[in-house]
Each structure stands twice: as C-alpha cells, then as structure tokens.
C-alpha cells in the first residue's frame, strides 16, 4: 500500500539521485558565489570573465567556438563579445578562410588584465574548494565528467 501519492512525496527525498541533485546544485551556488564575485571586482559578469580566461588560455576562437566553451547560445556570446569590445578587452577579427566566421581575441587591455588577475581568480576558486584534496578533487572531478557524459547522451525528457 506504499503506492499512494503520499507515500510517493515521502520516499522521494530519500533517492540518492535526487538528494545528489540538490547537493551538487547547492554546491555549485556556493562557489559559484565566490567566482562572480571575484568577478565582480573586475567590473565583469562571471561569463564575461570565461570569455577572457578561454581566450587567454587558448588564444583567438572562432565565436562558435568560444560558445561552445562558455555554454552559451549564439546570440549570448555575441552580446557579450559585444559588451567585452566596448570594455576594450576583446576584439573581433576576421576569418581568412571563411569570410563568414569570425574571430575573437583578447586586447592588449584583455590580455593585460588577465595576466595580472587570473592567478587571483585561480587562488579564490581552489579556496572555495578547499574542502576537498587534490585527490579527492581529482575523484570528483572525474564523477561528475562521468555524470555528465552520460546525463548528455541521454534524450531530455523523462
């Protein structure tokens, strides 16, 4: 008789998949906080500072490449290119082989700036995860690439 409504709302919280959920999105608030507002500091959204960190770790991208990277839509990362060229950091160049495509590169300013605050952002980061080892960092790290692969091959929906 455990079939009822009732009985369902209150075996519910005990899945572990569902109490894995809430822990992990809790989680991610939580040091999520931390980076916005490192972020913040520098008078940027913390996808506004993706930008800068992917461009600064990989050189220029392709815009649909920088999307890809920062899990945004097409639209978003042209507004926010957009925002980051009139904040001067990034610049957009032309593609030779497709005169389509485009590219985005950090400026000077860009380039400047990360170099002497991305150690800073780095440093608040691993403080907000410093609950965990580097192994056990390692472990997690490794989960939840495997949760992720997996909740992404799956069709959404119930």
């Known amino acids: 008789m455990n079939s009822t409504p009732d009985a369902a709302r209150r075996s519910a919280p005990d899945a572990p998949a569902l109490k ?20 913040t500091r520098h008078g940027l959204t913390l996808t506004e500072f993706g930008i800068l960190e992917v461009l600064y770790h ?11 990277r920062i899990l945004v839509s097409s639209g978003g990362v042209t507004y926010l290119i957009d925002r980051l ?11 030779p082989e497709d005169r389509r495509a485009r590219y985005a590169a950090l400026t000077p300013a860009g ?3 990360m170099r002497e605050h ?5 440093a608040c980061i691993e403080r907000a995860l410093a609950a965990l080892d580097a192994e056990e960092q390692r472990q997690a790290t490794e989960l939840l690439r495997r949760l992720g ?10």
Do not use: I, M
């Open 58 to 68: 990989r050189g220029p991208l392709l815009l649909g490449e920088v999307q890809r």
């Open 149 to 158: 692969r997996h909740a992404a091959e799956l069709e959404p929906g119930c």
């Open 111 to 113: 380039e400047q700036l």
């Open 85 to 95: 060229e009139r904040k001067g950091l990034v610049e957009r160049r032309d593609c």
């Open 118 to 122: 991305f150690g800073e952002h780095a």
């Open 20 to 39: 894995l959920w809430v822990v992990l999105a809790r989680a991610h608030a939580a040091v999520q906080r931390h980076a916005e507002a490192d972020a």
